[in-house]
């Protein structure tokens, strides 16, 4: 131990990861987390024989995760036992087309063909994106880069150039994918960030060499199991963990964080706090921050947010794979009318899980438990939706896949639960509902989040999806690993 006490304000992914390589460090750690259970978004739902995966349900990068464990010299599955998802995706159109995606390189050229496309097209998409990859992951991700002078110093105007900064993501993807068909797909990968392809910067098109080269991956039993493994890490590591412990005040004092007070009223003392509560509502609601600084976060609006509909059946759909997408048939306005218009989109392009399909332990023998979540956009506090407004526009995702394929989905439910943007800011604390943090948008903030630690006190640090590299679980997880760097040299300077 280096006698340093840090608090960590949050127990999602960001905030389990910065508290054991903080405690890695040598610094005691305490969490204090609002909830009666940890992991935030990375959430799950048992009900009725059905397990759910509430928060995501596609774990990638999950050599992020094994870091954490090799760095107490321990093995991550002997703690999370993962394995590998075929197809990544099966993706459904209003046409009846219906392609796959696969990371294997015949596969995925035949499925190309299906949909009309070149395959040659698909390949030198691929090799784009993952040059973009390689150059993206260097700095940005593995240096954990944010400010633009640190961009400049690593990248240099040379290799900056390179981003491809002139173009949209779905340009980038134009480039290259000539059917609607493909477009749409990886177009679709901007759901990694809860952000619209045409507003999104090309780099973007980075993520889908996260799938292709490293793989998507399910964890036995749901995705919860990730935060089993972590806490019992964190156990072994003596990480001190208070549940149902929200934090209601940041204290300061001559330009430092000083404490925080939790809501029982009582205060606890720290050197260092870490939040893992999102930037704009931590200074706004805890540490009660002025308008100018509130008013400089704005460009760090929230990505989008879901309705997050969970279904227990009481029979299969043969059709369904793993992974599954409804595209909408006008995706461009699909974007245009969640990320422009903030409107409930008429017709949403619907992501839609079975894992029953991997892990038969999931649900009833002979059932299918779905997860169903379609993008919309985060709340407008001026002009709210209702609840009823949120099951109308439940109803209307329930007629386009019995439309799409899913027939008599709503006569075959024998259990339902679901979370509007009110419910998930609710239980998260997340800005308007958000769930993968700040939005990724070309003309607002470049794609880039707040930084790290607070530019106003210098041992408050942000980790989440609100600060770089952004949301999704690997990159959270990447996040407090980097944010125990910088609080590391932080100190020794
Ligand atoms: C429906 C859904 C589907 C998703 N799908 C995927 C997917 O398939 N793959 C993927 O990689 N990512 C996915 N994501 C995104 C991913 O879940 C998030 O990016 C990531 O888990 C967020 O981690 P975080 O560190 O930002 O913390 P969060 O999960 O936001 O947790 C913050 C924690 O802080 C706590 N907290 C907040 N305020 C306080 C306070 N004042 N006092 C104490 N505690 C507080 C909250 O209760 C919460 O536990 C999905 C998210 C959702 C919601």
Redesign the pocket.
Known sequence: MNGKRVIV?????????AAISLAQEGYEVTI????AK??????VLKAEGYTF????????LPHIFERLFERSGKKMSDYIPIRTVRPHWRNFFEDGTVVDLDPDPDRMAAQARKAGENPENVRRFLKYSSNLYDLVNAGYFEQGLDTAAAFRDFYGLGKFLKFDLFRSMHGGVKRHLKTRYMQDIFDYFI??V?SSAYHSPAFMNCMATIQFRYDLWYVDGG?YHIALGLQRLMDELGVKLCLN????EVGKENGRVTDIV?RDGTRHVADIIV????VI??YE??LHEDEILMKSLERFEPSCS?L?LELGLDRKYPQLAHHNFFFSDRQKEHFHTVFRKRLLPPDPTIYLVAASKTDPTVAPAGCDGL?I?PHIPHIDDAKPLTREDYMAFKEQVLVKLERMGLTDLRKHVVFEHC?TPHD?RE????NKGS???VVSDRFKNLAFKAPKQSTKYPNLFF????VNP????????L??QNVAKNVVSWNRR
Do not use: F
């Not at 940890?38 to 959430?43: S, T, V």
């Not at 412990?245 to 209601?248: A, D, F």
């Open positions: 304000i949050g127990s999602g992914l960001g905030g389990l990861s204090h987390e609002k909830n940890i992991g935030g978004k990375l959430n995966d509430l928060g995501p349900s596609i774990l990638t759901k990694y809860g995705l412990s929200e934090v209601v939790t939040s893992n509560m999102e509502p931590a609601k805890l879901g997050v997860k979540l979370w998930i239980q998260y604390g997340s769930i993968y943090g980790v989440g999806g609100s952004g949301g999704g679980m690997p990159m959270v997880v996040c407090g």
